[in-house]
Structure formats: structure tokens, C-alpha cells
């Protein structure tokens, strides 16, 4: 189906393990985003790519690696887990300039670090 | 400093009333976008509504308008003859210049939970 895929769509880890999120979008739109969720923070963004191979940092980069080699997938990995990385994670890709552009989010990543 | 700022942290609103939802925002560039998204109890990001800062009339999407004021930097979600299914976390949204010249970002303020009451 056509649209923008996350998985998992849940994850429990450890502290210190390495975990990748996926992100996955049938579009081509050239821009990415990752965010994460947490109560009483709204959405915080994390990383995006306006285009394969050119990836900037967000408001909360510390602790987190991309990347995009292709256009349609952008992970997300976690390098050593912390427990204030347990959040709910969210992949979005935008179909910036075009007429009444909107952000199409995934369903979400509800990542547990323990 | 916040750019994206929604001062309620939660909102009543009787069925079949009005409810304006706050946001206001901070930018020094003259072209950027400003978004609505609802986000029920169910978790999913649904979009509702964008305004274009050169867009000259107020955006509407049937019972949804976007009260842009620019002087104010305001862009409050107005929601007419509120619905029990109104009932969610209201995010606002803004699209600014990325980092990397050429290329943008979008942010986005801690929301707003709106409980529509029967």
C-alpha cells in the first residue's frame, strides 16, 4: 500500500543496546523527519533530510544517528539506548511546495528502553 | 526560545459550540507555513488545516478555519459546532528555513488536549 511505514510499531530494549527504527515512504517526497513524542513536550524534531544524502539535525539530535542513501527510507538508530530515550517515535515525509502541503506522518514507534 | 507557542494545555468545550484553539509563533523569515494537526486518543497525526504566510484569506477546511494574524504572529485554530469525536490533542505547526541553506523544517508547539463535552 501506498503511504509512509514505521516499525516497529512496538519496541523494548535495554539501556545500552543499539536499536534502528525504519522508516519506509512510497511517495518520493524528498523530505524526512523524525520526531519523538513525550507528555508535556509535544513533538520534538530529531533529524531530517531534505533529499538522499543530505541529513540535518533537529532540536534533539544528542544520542541518535541517520541516515539516507536511498530516497524512500530514512532509520532512525539509537547507537546505546538510554532510559530518557523511551518515547513514542514518529516518522513524517512532506510534500513541501506543493499546493496546500501538508507533513504525512507514520503510525508511530512506541520505543520502552529499560 | 520556543518558536511555536500553545499556551492551553487543556480546553473544555460544549457539543455543538465553538472553540478557538491558541498558537502563536516566532520567525524572521518572510515565507513560511503553519499547520494544525489532530491527534485522538488512538495516536495517528491527522492534518487539518494550512495557512501560507503570503496567503492573503483565512484557511477553512469545513468546520475547521485558521485564524491568521500576521502582525501578531498568531494562527489560532477555530473549530465551529464542536462534535464529541472533537475530542483530542490539538498540535500547532510551523514550516521555517532549515539549518542547510535551501532546505526547511517543520516544529511544533506542546499542544493542546481538547475535551468536547455532551
Known amino acids: 500500500d501506498a503511504g509512509i511505514t514505521q516499525s516497529p510499531r512496538y519496541k523494548i530494549t535495554e539501556t545500552g543496546r543499539q536499536v534502528t527504527l525504519m522508516c519506509h515512504q512510497t511517495?518520493?517526497?524528498?523530505?524526512m523527519f523524525w520526531y519523538r513524542q513525550d507528555l508535556g513536550h509535544g513533538l520534538r524534531l530529531i533529524y531530517y533530510s531534505a533529499a538522499a544524502d543530505i541529513t540535518d539535525k533537529g532540536e534533539v539530535p544528542d544520542g541518535y544517528v541517520v541516515s539516507r542513501s536511498k530516497t524512500e527510507n530514512f532509520p532512525l538508530t539509537l547507537e546505546s539506548a538510554t532510559r530518557s530515550q523511551t518515547s513514542v517515535y514518529f516518522c513524517?515525509?512532506?510534500?513541501?511546495?506543493?499546493?496546500?502541503?501538508?507533513?504525512?506522518f507514520g503510525s508511530g514507534t512506541q520505543l520502552s528502553v529499560l | 526560545a520556543q518558536k511555536i507557542t500553545q499556551t492551553q494545555p487543556g480546553m473544555f468545550v460544549q457539543e455543538k459550540e465553538a472553540v478557538t484553539l491558541d498558537c502563536t509563533y516566532d520567525?524572521?523569515?518572510?515565507?513560511?507555513?503553519l499547520f494544525w494537526y489532530k491527534q485522538p486518543s488512538s495516536g495517528e497525526m491527522i492534518f487539518l488545516i494550512y495557512q501560507g504566510s503570503y496567503d492573503q484569506q483565512n484557511a477553512t477546511e469545513g468546520r475547521y478555519s485558521l485564524n491568521f494574524q500576521k502582525a501578531r504572529k498568531s494562527a489560532n485554530l477555530v473549530i465551529s459546532a464542536s462534535q464529541l469525536g472533537d475530542s483530542a490533542m490539538y498540535f500547532c505547526?510551523?514550516?521555517?528555513?532549515?539549518?542547510?541553506?535551501?532546505?526547511?523544517?517543520?516544529?511544533f508547539g506542546t499542544g493542546t488536549r481538547l475535551k468536547v463535552l455532551a
Open positions: 511517495w518520493s517526497h524528498s523530505y
Open positions: 520567525t524572521s523569515d518572510p515565507s513560511y507555513g
Open positions: 505547526a510551523m514550516r521555517e528555513v532549515g539549518s542547510t541553506s535551501g532546505t526547511y523544517k517543520y516544529i
Open positions: 513524517a515525509s512532506s510534500d513541501l511546495g506543493r499546493p496546500n502541503e501538508k507533513l504525512f
